[in-house]
């Protein structure tokens, strides 16, 4: 399809076009703007308020694309129900890919609630979508990849529990939409990422299960033609979990005093100036990975023929896989079959995310894995004794609590974490979990540099927020873990909801005394 003419393409003295040409200028201006007379904290505040207005244009695009969209008339010839993905391909040159996520997007987020349109081949009514998330764009609160997430997140929830309604007379999509913008507002996109397929899993854990992936499994090696190695593989879903976590323990970035430097007692290098200077890994993600599977062939050849490893090299961190699940998630991967609502265990490695129960029940039997089971609460024993240095079940529960880097947004999984005294051992901290705190290497730094402090409040350690930050320097915890959790609460709420429903419809009466008492129940 060729471009429209230029008459066709022209807003006249339309308002839109007025405002549009509003926008543009004030762009080209923004660009020309003098910015050297700007304090630092004029600077930041520039920057979070471009992003902020970044988000409000994006919701005006997708309003306009929902227009266009409305109106098969304006793009003659184009198949039905493509109309703005077809003008935005052919007329915008738009990747396919990213003009169908414009559609969709635009689509959920209307604010009458009308989620995909009107559907004239079946005569349904339209599908409820995202309004609360589309007004969070509006405002700036959320950026496009939060909504892209979402969008995604509602396409793979089961329809029947989204149209049910509840005994407030809410409906399942509207529960959705308000947990979906709460938690798109308060977290990072990789963070929310993790958020919706919490809740993803905790409606239909059997989904997240191929038992015939296995017969998929497959290695292929080559060489090319400077010698370099190549290949392409898949691993079975247990054999995944291993495989996953061994590549991202072996290639977390190395400490800037770099190997062979003893730790101090809170994790950090002593005896080294390197120790102090903020110098970096400075390979990529890809080069760290590649460098992590050579080891591990490395380290298979340093094992004799029955299989035993040779002693290891001081200051080597052995290898280790860690799954969190609830007392009812083990019982669910031991053979009790798997209830929306509870949700599955979780890898906590990067990308890991939920695991199937008959992942876990097989990673139950591994001897490199680890389970630790948390109470109703998310709550993990204290496992203290009384030494300098945390013990390896001590960095465990601090892992399987904190789940990665306790600073808000960051994304370091526990394998690149260190084990941190919030109260220092020279000054009277004990080494209990209650006064342990899991950081990534860099927040370590800046945490001893003075730029983040740290605190216990409800035995659970919370960070202080450089003042360039907050200037109140209020006390926060990341929040993904919980919020995760959240998720979970709400599949369950739901579920039960719709079980209820259906038990009504179809004469068996039930009192509720049987629906009590499952994981994830709001008290």
Known sequence: MEPADTDDQGLGASSVGAVLELIGQGICDLQSAPTLTLSDAEVRAAVARAHQVAGQLEAAVLHLVRTLDDRPEAVPGCPAGKTAATFLVHAVRVDPGRAARDVAAARRLDPSGAGTGRDDRLGAPAERGLPRLGRALASGQISRQHVDIAVGCLDRLPTDTLADTDADGVAGIERVDEFLAEQAARHSPAVFRRIARQLEAAFAPEREFDPEAHTRRFLHLGTDGSGMVVGRFALSPADGVLFRNVIHALSAPRSAAGPGVQPSADGEPAGDVRAEL????????????????????????????????????????????????????????????????????????????????????QSLCTAVISPTILDGNGAVLAQGRAVRLATIAQRRAVFARDRGCVVPGCTAPPQWCEVHHVVPWSEGGATDVDNLAAICARHHSEL??????????????????????????????????????????????????????LGGWDGDRRDGQGERGGAGEDP
């Not at 380290?299 to 280790?320: C, E, F, S, Y």
């Not at 926060?476 to 873990?481: F, Q």
């Open 278 to 361: 903020p110098i970096g890994d400075l390979r990529t993600a890809a080069q760290r990975r590649a460098d992590a599977l050579a080891q591990l062939a490395r380290l298979a050849v340093g094992r004799d023929a029955t299989g035993d490893p040779d002693p290891a090299p001081p200051g080597r961190t052995p290898v280790h896989v860690s799954l969190v699940a609830t007392l009812e998630q083990v019982m669910a991967a031991l053979g009790v079959r798997p209830a929306a609502g509870v949700g599955l265990a979780n890898d906590l490695g990067p990308g890991g995310g939920p695991v199937p129960p008959a992942v876990l029940a």
């Open 448 to 501: 001893h540099a003075g730029g983040w402090g740290m605190v216990v409040i409800d035995d659970l350690p919370h960070v202080v927020p450089p003042f360039w930050l907050d200037p109140t320097r209020t006390p926060r915890r990341n929040t993904g873990p919980r919020d995760e959790a959240a998720a979970l609460r709400l599949a369950a709420r739901m579920s039960r909801q719709l079980e209820l429903d």
